[in-house]
């Protein structure tokens, strides 16, 4: 089976991510987001088999759509991903992080469901496509995807799509019931719910969000089937913050260890929380992650920073940090002799008493 159509966009070093499209559509879908996300992250859009792009294939399941998303990251080499669906998309992305979790860094669902309501309707509809196309879906469709101004060229997309492709995901829809196995989800997850989305309406957003483990609900009014399509701005700004502090920590956790992070976790209170969260989104999850410098590299910045202020107890933390990320104890003493240059000999000498006392510690914890 051939690899489904697909585009990349953003940096090659990026952190990936996978979009997901609704039935229906294309990758095209996801356009209002794309230039965002590509910032930061190395964007993969895909078409559904027989959609867009894509040649028809055989479709029985969810799952055999999952598999072709595994096909496309291993094709790239990617071992684990970021992955955002929308409708049918999500509940691929659903489908991979409980029976894959080891492949999903986070999964965002927007305008899913764990259950698209009952199979006969969606038989119906797969035995309406298979005699007489997609033609009869139009006019109903476009009032269930948009609540604002309709897009033509997704509707286009509907209408060019293959009529057994798209009969075969109904099918699989009809299928599909992953209520039972939310709970097992660990991913860190965002929920997005249009509230005038007849198809999921919120509360079919509302049982994903309780029955997953770690989810954040947000509902968009004015936005209907395809809510990224009706509110870009507020989409795109939930998926950025939920990349950004799920990211984050997973970094912030690398370098600084499990340990720490989780007495820092232990410690945050109500009065601390925003701040906790302000260092875990912005400096682990947009600086450290920017594919601009590797993280050897920001250490060596950080080490030199910590040294110039004199927050020594900082220093500490980053010079264990700075192992993690592969320096050696003789290249963190180069970063400190050259820091005694610039920073001054005063700051330098207590900088090497503190990574000297570190390293000496990390040593003694290896024997």
């Known amino acids: 089976m051939t690899l489904p159509y697909h585009l990349l966009d953003g940096p090659v070093g990026g952190r990936p991510i996978i979009l997901g499209p609704s039935l229906g559509t294309s990758l095209r879908v996801w356009e209002p987001q794309v230039a965002a996300l590509a910032r930061r992250h190395r964007v993969l859009r895909y078409d559904l088999p027989g959609h867009g792009g894509s040649a028809p294939a055989s479709v029985t399941g969810v799952a055999d759509l999952a598999e072709l998303v595994l096909r496309l990251a291993d094709h790239h080499g990617w071992d684990r991903f970021h992955y955002a669906g929308i409708s049918l998309g999500g509940a691929v992305g659903a489908h991979l992080a409980l029976h894959h979790p080891g492949r999903i860094r986070t999964l965002t669902l927007v305008c899913s469901s764990a259950r698209f309501g009952e199979p006969e309707g969606w038989r119906e509809r797969a035995a309406l496509v298979r005699t007489r196309g997609t033609a009869p879906l139009l006019e109903a469709t476009a009032a269930r995807w948009f609540a604002g101004e309709p897009v033509p060229a997704l509707l286009d997309d509907l209408a060019a799509a293959d009529p057994e492709s798209y009969a075969a995901c109904c099918d699989a829809l009809a299928g599909y019931d992953l209520r039972a196995g939310l709970p097992k989800i660990g991913a860190p997850a965002l929920v997005i719910a249009g509230r005038a989305d007849p198809a999921t309406p919120p509360a079919h957003a509302r049982e994903l969000a309780d029955g997953l483990p770690d989810a954040t609900l ?142 000496r510690e990390v040593q003694e914890e290896g024997r």
């Open 218 to 359: 947000v509902e968009l009014p004015r936005a209907a089937h395809l809510a990224n399509v009706d509110r870009p701005e507020p989409v795109t700004a939930a998926l950025d913050t939920h990349l950004g502090r799920a990211t984050g920590m997973e970094v912030r956790r690398a370098v600084l260890g499990d340990e720490h992070v989780d007495r820092a976790v232990a410690r945050t209170t109500p009065f601390t929380r925003d701040f906790q969260d302000l260092i875990t989104r912005y400096a682990w999850g947009e600086i450290w992650t920017r594919p601009g410098l590797d993280l050897r590299t920001r250490s060596c910045v950080t080490l030199t920073a910590l040294v110039a202020r004199g927050h020594t107890e900082e220093l500490a933390l980053h010079v264990r940090g700075a192992l993690r990320n592969g320096l050696t104890p003789d290249e963190i003493g180069e970063v400190l002799l050259q820091s005694a240059v610039y920073c001054g000999v005063p700051a330098a000498n207590a900088a090497f008493a503190v990574a000297q006392r570190v390293l």
